[in-house]
């Protein structure tokens, strides 16, 4: 069975992103929450954020809250925050591992499909 992991990169701050809450969302016919999780001192989700029985293929939306986790820090990029919300939206197939990093900065993101 295929299983969904993240983590997230402060690359401004070259260190791991901690206690950023994320939501991962199925997209189907509605939208439906999956999973609610902070990270932790590594910047990872305390476990797969998928597997087994739940890893079903299919679109999902990832979203983590980098502006709340940048104010934390003391890092104002400006009235409203220039990023608030990344959201990443993305298939998969049940019997894979997926991982979804989040290299991130107050300016700017990216995410790949990683190991």
């Given at each position: ?6 983590h ?38 305390p476990?797969p ?8 293929a ?21 009235q409203p925050?220039f ?12 019997d ?20």
């Amino acid at each position: 069975m295929g299983r969904l992991t993240t983590h997230i990169l402060d690359t401004a701050n070259g260190i791991p992103a901690a206690n950023v809450d994320m939501r991962l969302y199925a997209l189907g016919d509605e939208r439906l929450l999956t999973a609610s999780v902070s990270s932790n001192k590594d910047g990872r989700a305390p476990g797969p954020l998928l597997e087994g029985d739940a890893m079903k293929a299919g679109t999902y939306e990832l979203e983590f809250d980098i502006g709340a986790y940048f104010k934390t820090l003391g890092i104002e990029t400006g009235q409203p925050a220039f990023l608030d919300t990344v959201v990443i939206r993305f298939s998969v197939a049940a019997d894979q591992h997926y991982h979804i990093p989040l290299l991130v900065s107050p300016w700017s993101y990216s995410t790949y499909r990683g190991s």
